[in-house]
C-alpha cells in the first residue's frame, strides 16, 4: 500500500503563561506537551483510527496535519512532500488535498449559505470548475455521492432546513468537490442521533475504497473505530501507545490502557460480559509528565507484577514502539516480554475486581442500605 501520509516524531507544544511573579523571578516557562513523539501512517484508500481519551492530542494532530498549529519538531510528508516547512501560500494547495469534516455540523456549517453555496466556496477558493454551470454539476455530483439524492432537492435549502445526519453529509460532499487525497474525520459522528451514525461511517468507508481517499479518523469509541478502521492507534497522553491492525486490537490488545478500553465495551451476548477495568485517579497534567512510562501512575499491572515498579517509572517504553507492528508501549505485555502474560492478566483483573468491589461498597455504606442479589453487592435505589 502507498503510503500518503508520513508523520514522523511529531510533537507540539503549547506555552504556559506566566504570572507576574514568576516573570520577575524568572522561573522558567513550562510548556503542555500535547503532542510528544508521534509517528504514524495512512495509506491510500486506508482508514486508520485514532483513539483515545480527551485531551490526549488527537485533534491536535489533525491541526497539524492541515497547517492550523504549527509543530514544535518533527515532520509531516503529504506524498514525500515536507509541509511542515512549506510557506502559507504552498500550504493552499496543500489543503486541497487534505480536507476536514469537523465533528458538530450545527456548527460547521454557515447558517447564512445555501447548501450549494457551502460546496461551491471551497471551490471558488482552488479555482475548481470553469463556469457556475459546471460547479453546479460538480456539486451536484457530490452531493448524489454522499446519498443526498436527487441533489436538486437540497441545492437550495439552508442547514436549519436539514437535519443532523443530512448537515454532516453536506460537509462531506464538500470535502469531496475539491478532490482530496486525504480526510481527517475528527469525531464525524459523535453529535449525530445514533440511528444516522452507522449510515455516515458506511459513507465514510464506501468513499475510502471507490476513490482510494485515505481516511484519518478522530473518535473515542473504539468499537467503531474496530468496526471500520484496518488499523488503530490508540493515544494516551500525546503518544500512541498501541499501533495494531483491527483484528489485533479486536482479539489481543497487548498495552493495559487498550485492554482498560476494550474492557468497557458491551457485549451483545449478556452471559459473557467481562469485569470493565475502572482505572484509578486522573490523567496527568501535560505540562508535567510523569517520568519513564506515563501511564504508571494509572496502571493496573504494573503493581502487580513481581518486578521492581521503579522499572514503570525510570524506563520510558515508548521509544520506537510506534513502528513495530501489533506491539505496545508496555515493560510487562508487549510483545517479546519475558512476562507471563496470563498471570498478568489474572493479577490485574483481581486488583481491578477488588477496586470495583470497594467502589460498590462504599456506595452500599452512603445510602445505608445494602442487599445481595446472587452473591453481588448492589444498592437499591
Request: proline share 6%; hydrophobic share 40%.
Amino acid at each position: 500500500m502507498t503510503e500518503l501520509l508520513e508523520i514522523d516524531d511529531l510533537k507540539v507544544a503549547y506555552p504556559v503563561r506566566r504570572g507576574v511573579i514568576d516573570s520577575l523571578t524568572h522561573k522558567p516557562r513550562q510548556h503542555v506537551r500535547a503532542v510528544d513523539g508521534v509517528d504514524l501512517r495512512v495509506g491510500r484508500g486506508e482508514m486508520v483510527a485514532l483513539v483515545g481519551e480527551s485531551g490526549c492530542g488527537k485533534t491536535t494532530i489533525a491541526q497539524s496535519i492541515l497547517g492550523a498549529v504549527a509543530p514544535t519538531s518533527g515532520s509531516i510528508r503529504l506524498d514525500g512532500s515536507d509541509i511542515t516547512a512549506m510557506s502559507q501560500r504552498q500550504l493552499r494547495a496543500v489543503r486541497r488535498r487534505v480536507q476536514m469534516i469537523y465533528q458538530d455540523p450545527y456548527a460547521s456549517l454557515d447558517p447564512r449559505f445555501r447548501v450549494s453555496q457551502t460546496i461551491e466556496e471551497p471551490m471558488l477558493i482552488h479555482g475548481i470548475g470553469e463556469s457556475k454551470s459546471a460547479r453546479k454539476a460538480l456539486i451536484a455530483s457530490a452531493l448524489e455521492r454522499t446519498g443526498l439524492v436527487p441533489a436538486e432537492l437540497y441545492l437550495d435549502r439552508f442547514p436549519h432546513e436539514m437535519s443532523g445526519g443530512q448537515r454532516q453529509r453536506v460537509a462531506i460532499a464538500a470535502s469531496l468537490a475539491v478532490g482530496p487525497d486525504l480526510i481527517v474525520a475528527d469525531e464525524p459522528v459523535s453529535m449525530l442521533d445514533v440511528s444516522v451514525r452507522a449510515s455516515i461511517l458506511l459513507l465514510l468507508d464506501r468513499l475510502r475504497k471507490d476513490t482510494g481517499v485515505g481516511v484519518l479518523m478522530i473518535t473515542h469509541d473504539l468499537s467503531t473505530a474496530i468496526h471500520f478502521a484496518d488499523r488503530i492507534a490508540v493515544m494516551y497522553l500525546g503518544r500512541i501507545v498501541e499501533l495494531a491492525t483491527a483484528r489485533e486490537v479486536a482479539h489481543n490488545p497487548q498495552h493495559p490502557y487498550t485492554k482498560a478500553l476494550m474492557s468497557v465495551i458491551p457485549h451483545p451476548d449478556p452471559q459473557r460480559q467481562v469485569q470493565p477495568q475502572i482505572l484509578r485517579g486522573d490523567t496527568p497534567n501535560p505540562a508535567n509528565v510523569p517520568s519513564g512510562c506515563r501511564f504508571h501512575t494509572r496502571c493496573p499491572v504494573g503493581p502487580t507484577v513481581r518486578l521492581d515498579r521503579q522499572q514503570c517509572v525510570n524506563t520510558d517504553p515508548s521509544d520506537g514502539a510506534e513502528r513495530r507492528l501489533n506491539n505496545a508501549a508496555c515493560l510487562f505485555t508487549a510483545t517479546g516480554s519475558d512476562r507471563d502474560s496470563d498471570y498478568v492478566e489474572g493479577e490485574a483483573s483481581s486488583m481491578v475486581a477488588a477496586e470495583a468491589a470497594d467502589v460498590v461498597s462504599s456506595v452500599d455504606r452512603w445510602h445505608g442500605r445494602r442487599r445481595s442479589l446472587g452473591g453481588v453487592t448492589r444498592t437499591t435505589p
